[in-house]
Nanobody, 114 residues
Framework: VQLQASGGGLVQPGGSLRLSCRDS????????VGWYRQAPGKQRELVAS???????IYADSVKGRFTISRDYAKNTVYLQMNSLRPEDTAVYYC?????????WGQGTLVTVSS
């Protein structure tokens, strides 16, 4: 079972995108869930994380620009990305936090370029 992220694309610097990750297998349940990204030539990193009843956490590089949210009724996690920068270019994934290797999907590519 893999988690499938969607919503990526090509956007100009300063633009916005909203990523979605629908959990059709109810993998997330009440666990902490995270959005991760991997830029070319770099290691995968945690971008944002959210758990029930706790404040979301964000990587310093995206604080104030990205917002993670979760719809428990739809088993879906979102990542609203505003004020995008070229350095945000990466493949974005969703997974539990900490992640389970078997749940990594293909991710969704976000390219920020003019």
């Amino acid at each position: 079972v893999q988690l499938q992220a969607s919503g990526g694309g090509l956007v100009q610097p300063g633009g916005s995108l909203r990523l979605s990750c629908r959990d059709s297998q109810k993998i997330f349940s009440n666990n902490v869930v995270g959005w991760y990204r991997q830029a070319p030539g770099k290691q995968r990193e945690l971008v944002a994380s959210i758990g029930r009843g706790s404040e979301p956490i964000y990587a310093d590089s995206v604080k104030g620009r990205f917002t993670i949210s979760r719809d428990y009724a739809k088993n879906t996690v979102y990542l609203q990305m505003n004020s995008l920068r070229p350095e945000d270019t990466a493949v974005y994934y969703c997974n539990k936090n900490p992640p389970y290797s078997r749940y990594w999907g293909q991710g969704t590519l976000v390219t920020v370029s003019s």
